[in-house]
């Protein structure tokens, strides 16, 4: 299960905690949807996150590039080992843009 707080702001941040997998779509997306309204930029914190698959992984490809084409960007920061392993697999960075990842 996922859980989510948001730190409001012109750039808030979306802190994620738990497992991304596809019963987290609802949650996730409410959450990044509310942060993004009237924000500069929106950056999801995976510090918490302990798992994630390919839906999980999906799911966040989706929302970003929703967001890119509103023009909202979004950075993603605190992947864990696990977390960037997925990423990487999946070449998550080449269907996003590295400028997802600064770090």
């Known amino acids: 299960m996922l859980r989510t707080s948001i730190a409001q702001g012109p750039a808030p941040t979306v802190y994620l905690a738990g497992e991304m997998d596809l019963d987290c779509a609802d949650t996730l997306r409410e959450a990044v949807n509310a942060a993004a309204l009237g924000a500069e930029t929106v950056t999801l914190d ?25 023009g909202t960007p ?5 992947l864990s080992p696990a977390v960037r392993g997925v990423f990487d697999m999946l070449r998550v960075r080449e269907l996003v843009g590295d400028e997802v990842f600064p770090d």
Do not use: C, P, W, Y
């Open 74 to 78: 979004v950075v993603a920061r605190n």
């Open 46 to 70: 995976f510090g918490g996150v302990e798992f994630i698959d390919s839906s999980g992984t999906g799911i966040f490809v989706r929302l970003a590039l929703d967001l890119k084409s509103q």
